[in-house]
């Protein structure tokens, strides 16, 4: 703001919208640019508040940063919203075409990124467009653009929010200046003639600016009575200026002069000291200025002209007086602590025709031009190849469609403020498309009636770094819907494997009637502790979690984790859900302690009694021996046994327990023993199988209603289980249950010493399984091995406990060799009347064992 001005018209921190005129009144330039400035600061603090810091239109080329062909760098052209400013590039130009910006690094990776700033030009700073030539070189007004430049940053980082970090901070000085009026002017000169400017103090504007950057003892000012808006165009070869014809800006011998240009200002360039004019020699096509030194501008740089000063000083921390004509006027200014940047500047008015007011400031922040960043790419210098663009873009305002949500959130937004802005009593957060990375899980607390949403499984929310991604505490009526979330490892220095409270990908921790419908969930395989996909329950024994509806998803589930884990419902439902292994995430998988204790188990239970069994007896230190039966591999194996353990060994455990420690070893610490190739692959095959621990399970102290219905379930040790806990060696019983149309694929070890089944329920009212399907495929080991090993035994129905009043398993298709059928143990006392049990349509033709046990159980259509 350099023109021939009266007042600033409006600080930064004032509030006036606009001015107003009156009827027969003086228009002063102070009202006029208040109205004007006013206009445009609302309309910049309006664009920000719309589009944000930064942005350009969906499918916009505005300031794409691209390569041409022959590998020269170039800036796309359009439009682009910074700050609010609005920044337009004509046409596609070439990095090097922009004035005075320094070159691109000569290698690596470059952060490209927008530098925009309010530029004010004078009739001096561009004469061809301000300028009418029917006015003789006078001047009308100033004119204010948004200018720009593109810069370069070297960086490391390869990604847009890690390059940001070389984004330089351009901002204002945070020194404050005080002006104030120090005495009285000084008398005029009685020989000087009426109203001689030099005797007084004029009407015009003082201006105080910093010339060279630094603090307030090092910092170069300079003032000026007229606002520094004396200046004429020029052009400058050393000490030689030839200045454009003016009829109102003369210059005289001793006069202060900036050789001045828009970038100095714009790019915060140091001056250095003021020239002093030596001569001047006046001429038709205009006057000659003679400098006593030499400037250093070469070329016609833009804006180039000499600008007049009153005076200059280093450093301005003690009061500086602010001479006129080399005369105290009795106004004088002090810089308090900070930094300066070049410039940046104050202003006050001064009216010497009135009293000598001058208009005073104190710790009064600067009045410079701000200017606004925001990165546009991050390229590879050497390749000539972009690496990333990192424009922000907004929709067109008709692309943008209405919305209920009562919070929205895009991807690079903190998701627990968002989580936050929810109302206790109830509301929506809508989560666009796109990937939003957590560290920690969003904590959503004591609220009701929420609805989290994503736009299906384009919305990804991925915490690698805990096994929860979203977690609601104590909230009611919660729906979590068309969304994809992906958690973490369980196991964490903090929280090592075997802690109590697993939680799962979405949990639902003392909260009530909870929906998760349409979404994608996943689990990494188990490092030792058990997760889940969804977890709804409470830490509190007993305090029921209300009705529970699990609907349509689609469950990616790891190795010995569980899919769905509802804890005391008083309803719960599970329908249509796709719950399956999903692919190993970590080498961990190998030597998981639960799989490691199974086939250690496996292989110390072929140690047998005594030699009326068959097998073969194998010599152990001391003369002891032992009996080993079983396929021939883990016969082998025990050989290897025999030949490594000590008499020492043995006497701290039987023969049994120590093979069984042998073979952990062999599998933790397999190069501390040299064992054969073929024991080896045995048991570095066996301990690799995958397989998920449960699909559904319903436990806990209650469960009214259950419904579970139309689920796949593949790759799992159980499939679907519903088995309440109690109190002492008591259980609680479930009330109705209904288990229909669902497939459950078992894949389980052939080492598992547990026995596991595709359906389990244990004490129940009244049970209504019908229409099911299982499959079993035994893992682990070749099938040429798998047939020599006897596998534990797996049923597909298992139903044990006390049993109510109904008991109905109808229709029930199975493959595999499962061990039974249908297995019922009922340890009620059932002394009522009437009660039905019934068993029909169950086909086992590959099973090794019955359709039912016991056959008292009242059946028909069962084979075999």
């Not at 400031?361 to 009045?367: E, F």
């Not at 329950?537 to 884990?565: I, K």
């Amino acid at each position: 703001m350099t023109g021939d001005y009266t007042s600033v018209p409006l600080r930064p921190g004032a509030r006036w919208t606009g001015a107003r005129m009156q009827q027969g009144r003086v228009l002063l330039d102070g009202d006029y640019n208040l109205t004007v400035d006013a206009a445009s600061r609302e309309a910049q603090r309006l664009t920000a508040a719309a589009v944000g810091p930064a942005g350009v239109a969906d499918g916009s080329s505005a300031f794409r940063i691209g390569f041409a062909t022959d590998g020269t760098l170039q800036i796309g052209a359009g439009e682009m919203w910074i700050g609010g400013l609005r920044a337009v590039n004509s046409t596609l130009i070439a990095y090097t075409i922009q004035e005075s910006v320094p070159p691109l690094p000569t290698s690596g990776k470059a952060l490209l990124y927008l530098d925009a700033f309010v530029e004010e030009i004078q009739a001096a700073e561009n004469p061809p467009d301000l300028l009418d030539p029917a006015l003789d070189g006078i001047d009308t007004m100033t004119r204010t653009r948004v200018g720009w430049r593109v810069r370069a940053k070297p960086v490391n980082a390869t990604s847009c929010a890690g390059a940001a970090q070389a984004l330089p901070p351009l901002e204002l000085s945070t020194g404050l200046l005080d002006i104030v009026r120090t005495s009285p002017p000084v008398p005029m000169d009685p020989c000087a003639p009426p109203d001689d400017p030099r005797g007084k103090l004029p009407d015009g504007l003082l201006r105080v600016e910093v010339l060279d950057s630094g603090t307030e003892s090092t910092a170069r000012f300079a003032w000026s009575y007229e606002n520094a808006a004396a200046a004429v165009s020029a052009s400058v070869v050393g000490a030689a200026a030839t200045l454009k014809p003016s009829p109102e800006v003369t210059f005289v011998s001793d006069d202060l002069v900036e050789v001045s240009t828009l970038v100095r200002r714009a790019d915060r360039v140091n001056h250095g000291p003021l020239f002093v004019v030596d001569h001047v020699q006046p001429g038709a096509g205009g006057s000659l200025v003679t400098l006593k030194t030499p400037a250093a501008v070469t070329g016609s740089p833009s804006g180039l002209c000499l600008r007049r000063w009153d005076g200059q000083s280093i450093g301005a921390a003690a009061q500086t007086k602010a001479l006129l004509n080399g005369v105290d006027v009795g106004v004088a200014f002090r810089a308090r602590p900070g930094s300066y940047l070049a410039g940046d500047w104050w202003a006050v008015r001064v009216r010497g025709s009135s009293a000598d007011a001058v208009e005073e400031l104190s710790a009064a922040p600067a009045d410079g031009t701000r200017h606004f960043v925001q990165s546009l790419a991050v390229v590879d210098l050497d390749a000539r190849q972009v690496l990333t663009d990192c424009r922000p873009t907004f929709p067109a305002l008709t692309a943008l469609k209405d919305t209920t949500c009562t919070v929205t959130a895009f991807p690079g937004d903190d998701l627990q403020v968002a989580a936050d802005k929810l109302p206790d009593s109830g509301g929506e957060l809508c989560l666009a498309a796109g990937l939003y990375p957590l560290n920690n899980p969003v904590i959503i607390k004591g609220k009701r009636r929420i609805v989290v949403a994503g736009i299906g499984p384009a919305t990804v929310l991925a915490c690698t770094g805990h096994e929860s991604v979203v977690q609601f505490h104590g909230c009611s009526d919660i729906t979590v819907r068309d969304l994809r979330a992906e958690s973490g490892l369980a196991s964490t220095p903090e929280r090592p494997a075997g802690d109590e409270h697993l939680l799962g990908t979405l949990s639902f921790i003392d909260s009530s009637d909870v929906t998760v419908r349409d979404c994608e969930l996943a689990c990494p395989d188990s490092a030792g502790r058990t997760q889940s996909t969804v977890f709804a329950g409470s830490f509190e024994r007993g305090r029921s979690t209300g009705q529970v509806r699990v609907l349509n998803n689609r469950l990616e589930v790891g190795n010995q984790q569980t899919g769905v884990l509802v804890v005391s419902p008083d309803e719960v439902t599970v329908t249509g859900n796709e719950i399956r292994l999903g692919p190993a995430t970590d080498d961990r998988v190998g030597f998981h302690p639960r799989l490691v204790n199974e086939l250690s188990r496996f292989v110390g239970s072929h140690v047998v009694a005594n030699d009326s069994e068959s097998g073969h007896t194998i010599s152990l230190p001391g003369g002891a021996t032992m009996r080993v039966a079983g396929a021939t591999v883990v016969q082998r194996l025990a050989g290897q046994f025999a030949r490594t353990v000590t008499e020492k060994a043995l006497s701290r455990g039987t023969p049994r327990q120590q093979l069984q420690q042998f073979t952990r070893r062999a599998l933790l610490a397999p190069d501390s023993l040299d064992l054969s190739r073929e024991a080896n692959r045995f048991l570095t095959g066996a301990v690799r199988s995958r397989s998920m621990s449960q699909g559904i399970v319903v436990a806990g102290l209650r469960a009214n209603h259950v419904r579970i219905e139309g689920n796949q379930v593949s790759g799992v040790l159980q499939g679907i289980h519903v088995g309440l806990a109690g109190s002492g060696d008591a259980t609680a019983d479930a009330g109705q249950v209904v288990i229909n149309g669902n497939h459950v694929a078992c894949a389980v070890p052939f080492f598992w010493t547990r026995s596991r089944h595709a359906y389990y329920v244990g004490s129940v009212q009244s049970l209504t399984l019908t229409q099911n399907s299982a499959s079993l495929t035994r893992i682990g080991a070749a099938l040429s091995l798998l047939g020599s090993i006897a596998g534990s035994p797996v049923e597909a129905v298992r139903i044990h406990g006390r049993l109510g009043y109904l008991i109905r398993v109808q229709g029930l298709d199975l493959t595999g060799p499962f061990a039974a059928g249908v297995a019922i143990t009922d340890l009620s006392a059932w002394g009522k009347t009437p009660r039905l049990f019934h068993v029909s349509d169950v086909i086992n033709m590959s099973g090794t064992g019955p359709a039912l046990v016991p056959l008292s159980i009242p059946h028909d259509r069962c084979v075999p």
